[in-house]
């Protein structure tokens, strides 16, 4: 009998080490759950934060700031679905695809830390070790999609259309910060997904294949090449390009520059998207020189530009407006306008060694 209270003390133990992924739970638009729990796409348990079952983390080759919070993405498409290769664009997920992004610190000591990275492999997210603040939602119904912000209260997170903010001390290179941690409401959320101001519908932004083609989490193989092994994505071909990793020092330069611009700034500063009256284009696709800023004189920026007369000077970030903007928290001059309040010190450093090697005057 021994041997048999021996099993069932080893199965016990296995279960409280591993227990099993939750069923996710699509719903339609007008039954939307007020607690996370209920789509199972990522519910606690005990110490641990477990994804759906047959939902999958993945990760971007180049990240959106957020004050330095750290995220756990995962993309959960029906059993049966396929993804549609875009070369442009992102990938064409079909309905019932729901894609989320959990926003987090690592706590030391009891505070929350800033942060650059992570492996992204979700069983490292443990509530002794990291502050979760939210759960944002990407619901892909008939119609398009619908973006859904979940604050983390406890054992559950809860739906808040109206948006939060929360408080708390964060460690950053060494100095506390009282940071102002702002949860978007779900019209806000359109600021950055709805990247076509005439049809104002939204859309996922890191799931393009330029940002997506990177080793997938865990293993070395590239992350599109097993999903399309996998049988998840069709039509992807032999050569896909990809995003520049802006960290990267031995990446040129320029590379690195446009590939933090792209991601963080692109969405909104692109033809067609919420910043297109302003006619200056950061995503990866614009080339000409006028139109990223160099040389281009403001339509109105007002306060923004800080007293200076050129997006981009030549060989002058100090006189930069790109560069001005980047660098203050003031909430009517900063950029990109929502989701952050910190400068991101590195990102700054990377875009002034930029525009300080180009060359040329502005008459």
């Known amino acids: 009998m021994r041997w048999r209270a021996a099993l069932i003390l080893l199965a016990a133990i296995a279960c409280s080490v591993a227990p099993p992924a939750p069923e996710v739970r699509f719903h339609p638009r007008e039954a939307y759950p007020a607690r996370l729990s209920d789509w199972g796409i990522l519910v606690r348990a005990g110490d641990r934060y477990l994804p759906g079952a047959g939902s999958r983390p993945y990760e971007i080759r180049a990240a959106l700031f957020s004050d330095y919070a750290l995220k756990l993405r995962t993309l959960y498409v029906p059993p049966g679905s396929r ?31 800033a942060a650059e990275g992570w492996s992204g492999d979700p069983a490292e997210l443990r509530v002794d070790r990291h502050r979760v603040l939210e759960t944002r939602l990407l619901v892909r119904q008939a119609d398009g999609w619908d973006a859904l912000p979940y604050v983390w209260d406890g ?15 964060l460690a950053v290179d060494g100095t506390t910060v009282d940071l102002a941690y702002v949860v978007p409401s779900r019209n806000e959320c359109a600021g950055c997904h709805a990247t ?16 997506l083609n990177r080793a997938y989490p865990g293993a070395t193989t590239g992350q599109l090449v097993v999903w399309a092994a996998d049988g998840l ?36 500063h692109r033809p067609h998207g919420p910043a297109a009256t302003s006619g200056l ?73 930029w525009i300080a090697s180009l060359p040329g005057t502005c008459l």
């Open 83 to 113: 993804i549609g290769f875009r070369p442009d664009g992102p990938l064409e997920l079909p309905v019932g695809s729901i894609v989320s992004k959990t926003f987090f610190y690592p706590v030391q000591k009891g505070h929350a830390v």
């Open 155 to 169: 054992d559950d997170a809860y739906l808040r259309v109206t948006g939060a903010l929360a408080r708390l001390p």
């Open 196 to 211: 076509d101001h005439a049809s104002g519908a939204l859309e996922p932004i890191g799931l393009q294949a330029r940002h």
């Open 233 to 268: 994505l069709d039509g992807l071909p032999d050569a896909v390009p990809a995003t520049a990793d802006w960290r990267d020092p031995a990446t040129p330069l320029a590379e690195r520059a446009r590939a933090y611009l792209d991601i963080n700034c692109g969405h909104c």
């Open 281 to 353: 284009f950061l995503d990866a696709a614009t080339t000409d020189l006028r139109q990223l800023g160099v040389c281009k004189r403001p339509i109105a920026a007002g306060r923004g530009s800080g007293g200076h007369h050129f997006s981009i000077l030549p060989g002058r970030p100090d006189a930069s407006i790109l560069t001005f903007r980047m660098r203050t928290s003031d909430p009517a001059m900063r950029m990109p306008e929502l989701g952050r309040t910190l400068v991101h010190t590195d990102a700054v450093a990377l875009l002034e060694d």
